[in-house]
């Protein structure tokens, strides 16, 4: 069973701090993506890594594959209140003999305090 | 611009009852899912499909059901609400190749009473 394991689970900050969210598995993926997650909507896709060790940037969030591809870094620098919601990472399920589903992690809440 | 819309956003029913969720996508994707999302569980797909016709279960299916006659459109029913599956559904969609990369409706939050 492919598991994604998030951390941490919760994390408030201050405006204008800098914060890493991880995201980990003991199984390789062919590719990870980000997305979040505002109150009473739907994840909306940030991102899709797909080569060990690429790192993307998206304005002030920088998204980084591990070398192995089995596990994925969100950083985020000086932290605004729009950053706020649920930060969820997810790749294709290759067991399901298709990699059309996807497993997810639990996600990290994020709180940017203003 | 295409989108993937839900309803209703919002509803209340009794346990018992059959409720359908509507999901409807104009990516003209192929494949479509359905999840469900509570607290301290994240997102579980519950049915998906890769085309017409096609409908598959997943990982929380019991007391579920999905069809799919056309490309644009996957009901979510249940058959007989049980006050276990007030939670929050999402419908996705995703194309046949790529990244699988999906995208979501706004969600509908589901209450059985």
């Not at chain 1, 594959?65 to 620098?77: E, P, V, Y």
């Amino acid at each position: 069973t492919q598991l994604l394991e998030q951390s941490p689970q919760f994390l408030s900050i201050q405006e204008g701090e800098n914060l890493t969210v991880y995201c980990n598995s003991s199984s390789v993926f062919s590719s990870l993506q980000w997305y979040r997650q505002e109150p009473g909507e739907g994840p909306v896709l940030l991102v899709t890594v797909v080569t060990g060790g690429e790192v993307k940037k998206l304005k002030r969030l920088t998204f980084q594959f591990g070398d192995a591809r089995k596990d994925s870094s969100l950083h985020i620098t000086a932290a605004q209140p729009g950053d706020t919601g649920l930060y969820l990472c997810a790749g294709p399920k290759i067991s399901s003999g298709s990699a059309r589903q996807l497993t997810f992690g639990s996600g990290t809440q994020l709180t940017v305090l203003p | 611009d295409a989108e993937i819309t839900q309803s209703p956003r919002h509803k209340i029913t009794e346990t018992g009852r059959q409720v359908t969720l509507a999901c409807h996508q104009t990516w003209n994707h192929n494949n479509m899912f359905w999840y469900r999302q509570d607290l301290g569980h994240g997102l579980r797909l519950i049915h998906y499909s890769y085309g017409v016709q096609d409908t598959n279960k997943g990982e929380v299916s019991d007391g579920y059901s999905v069809s799919r006659s056309n490309t644009e459109d996957l009901p979510l029913t249940l058959e007989s609400a049980a006050s276990s599956q007030t939670s929050v559904y999402f419908c996705a969609s995703s194309e046949t190749s790529g990244r699988h990369e999906q995208f979501f409706g706004p969600g509908t939050r589901l209450t059985v009473l």
